[in-house]
């Protein structure tokens, strides 16, 4: 099956969120979390008053980032055999950390499943049938440069009270996305 399905890496594949929060927790004495403290893409700062992606300057963070769902290995070798192709598309500044996100997937066993990786801030630019973000900013630019790109939304509480008008599809899971590609690929089948 001809499918390309560029995925974001933070907080889709990856518990990025999670992690700064701990480290973050760490760091300060606190006791943030991400359900109760990130309810918006454009973080707090009077709540993380030093600064929530100060522990990027410590490119060895992604190792201790998981895989977000116990789901995402299975998910992803089920497609990539059906010939999907995977994308991984993630933005990062700072000097190793793209490097790192990948040494990460392989440590994880899902690093064989994608067929390309790409580091840039414009999601826009990639070409793929699917985008799966949980940035619903970098979803809408997409939709508006490929109109007809299926756009999965994954749920993160920052992106709770965004109002899509159903243009994307939500998914809570890796659960979610297998049923989200199946349709999908009967939809191309059909």
């Known amino acids: ?32 979390t991400v ?16 600064g929530l992606f100060e522990s990027l300057n410590d490119p060895d963070i992604i190792f201790k980032m998981k895989l977000k769902d116990d789901n995402i290995k299975k998910v992803l070798k089920k497609y990539h055999e059906k010939g999907v192709k995977f994308l991984l598309v993630s933005a990062t500044r700072e000097v190793g950390t793209f490097e790192n ?3 990460l997937l392989k440590q994880c066993g ?6 390309g990786f790409i580091n840039t801030d414009c999601k826009h630019v990639v070409r793929a049938d699917v985008l799966i973000d949980d940035y619903i900013g970098n979803l809408d630019i997409y939709k508006h440069y490929h ?8 749920d993160m509480p ?10 994307h599809t939500r998914v809570r899971n890796w659960e979610e996305i297998d049923f989200a590609l199946n349709e999908i690929l009967k939809d191309m089948e059909g």
């Open 1 to 32: 099956m001809d499918l390309t399905v560029a995925v974001d890496c933070d907080d889709v594949l990856t518990n990025f969120l999670n992690v700064l929060v701990d480290e973050y927790n760490k760091t300060h004495g606190t006791n943030h």
């Open 35 to 50: 359900e109760d403290d990130i309810k918006e893409w454009n973080i707090d700062n009077t709540i993380f008053e030093h």
């Open 101 to 103: 996100k990948l040494e």
């Open 110 to 115: 899902v690093y064989e499943y994608f067929d």
């Open 147 to 154: 109109p007809f790109a299926w756009t999965l939304l994954y």
């Open 158 to 167: 920052h992106n709770q009270n965004v109002n899509q008008d159903g243009v």
